[in-house]
């Protein structure tokens, strides 16, 4: 699958869209495939500070528990609570409903070691 090019991607195959000095981030079709099928999303608090690359939550599917990784720092401004109930929307929709929190980038320098679509392609088809 072709990655959209208005997201930069992290190696541990989460993704982020900017819009000014707010980050969505999610996981990419390649690691939600990766899993199977999501049954379970841990995310931060609403407000919590976190660090570039650092754990930030756990997310479940049939096949293993893995946990969440967030590609820039910052301060969680919201978490995707419909995941709660249908945490398959990861599955179904990882770049659109299937997102996963968004923050307010502490550090808009960190952006620049994220990758390019062309760059995680080649990652994700190794």
Same mark, same amino acid.
């Given at each position: 699958?072709?990655?959209?090019?208005?997201?930069?991607?992290?190696?541990?195959?989460?993704? *982020?869209?900017?819009?000014?000095?707010?980050?969505?981030?999610?996981?990419?079709?390649?690691?939600?495939?990766?899993?199977?099928?999501? *049954?379970?999303?841990?995310? /931060?608090?609403?407000?919590?500070?976190?660090?570039?690359?650092?754990?930030?939550?756990?997310?479940?599917?049939?096949?293993?528990?893995?946990?969440?990784?967030?590609?820039?720092?910052?301060?969680? $401004?919201?978490?995707?609570?419909?995941?709660?109930?249908? /945490?398959?929307?990861?599955? @179904?929709?990882?770049?659109?409903?299937?997102?996963? $929190?968004?923050? @307010?980038?502490?550090?808009?320098?960190?952006?620049?070691?994220?990758?390019?679509?062309?760059?995680?392609?080649?990652?994700?088809?190794?």
């Amino acid at each position: 699958m072709a990655q959209p090019e208005d997201l930069l991607f992290s190696k541990e195959h989460e993704w *982020v869209k900017l819009d000014g000095d707010t980050a969505t981030i999610g996981i990419t079709d390649y690691a939600q495939n990766a899993l199977g099928d999501i *049954v379970y999303v841990e995310l /931060p608090k609403v407000g919590a500070t976190i660090k570039q690359f650092s754990p930030v939550g756990v997310i479940e599917s049939v096949k293993a528990v893995s946990d969440l990784f967030t590609p820039l720092s910052g301060e969680v $401004l919201a978490i995707n609570d419909a995941l709660e109930n249908d /945490p398959a929307a990861v599955n @179904r929709e990882p770049y659109g409903g299937g997102w996963l $929190l968004k923050l @307010r980038v502490a550090d808009p320098n960190e952006a620049k070691t994220l990758l390019p679509p062309a760059d995680y392609e080649k990652i994700a088809t190794e």
